[in-house]
């Protein structure tokens, strides 16, 4: 369908305000994805501070050249959508839009597939988008972090408390 230029002049507008404000961006293919499997996938990613947007390749392509990001921009293939972090959210975790379409991705395979995407504002491709996808949000690192300060530290305890035992007997 035919965009009217108001229309496409509204859709420029927000990719280039999108492209302005985020440092990390993934373009999916939504190709054969229901309106209802759309709707929940937004309203999930809304709730994890993710925002999807679709836009025309053409139009998404002329608004991310305008704001230069560096490295090769990835092949757009099928319908476009662009993820990314939205207001509100914790603008320091650049790795939310991946690891939350990645989800999606895997349950509804087939049907969302990861293209590249824009990270640390340089095009990383399909196969670098799914390995940050795979990274764990803020909030668990700090809690594997932690568990790996504190185990060796419960294991002297452990140990420190068997040697009790065996004094004390």
Do not use: C, W
Not at 6 to 15: A, H, I, P, R, S
Not at 58 to 74: D, H, I, M, S, V
Not at 76 to 103: F, H, W
């Amino acid at each position: 369908m035919a965009l009217s230029k108001n229309k496409k002049k509204e859709v420029l507008d927000k990719v280039s305000d999108i492209a302005k404000k985020n440092s990390s961006m993934v373009f999916i293919n939504f190709h054969g994805l229901g309106v209802a499997e759309t709707t929940e996938i937004r309203r999930q990613l809304r709730t994890a501070g993710v925002n999807y947007t679709v836009a025309k390749k053409t139009l998404a392509a002329k608004a991310l050249g305008e704001r230069g990001f560096g490295g090769q921009a990835p092949e757009l293939a099928g319908e476009l959508a662009i993820v990314y972090a939205g207001k509100g959210a914790d603008q320091s975790d650049i790795t939310a839009p991946a690891r939350e379409i990645r989800t999606f991705e895997k349950k509804f395979e087939g049907k969302i597939a990861i293209l590249g995407g824009v990270f640390e504002s340089k095009y990383v491709s399909k196969e670098e988008m799914s390995a940050i996808a795979g990274i764990p949000s803020k909030q668990a690192l700090y809690g594997m972090f932690v568990n790996l300060v504190n185990s060796p530290i419960q294991r002297f305890v452990i140990a420190l408390d068997q040697v009790a035992k065996t004094k004390t007997a």
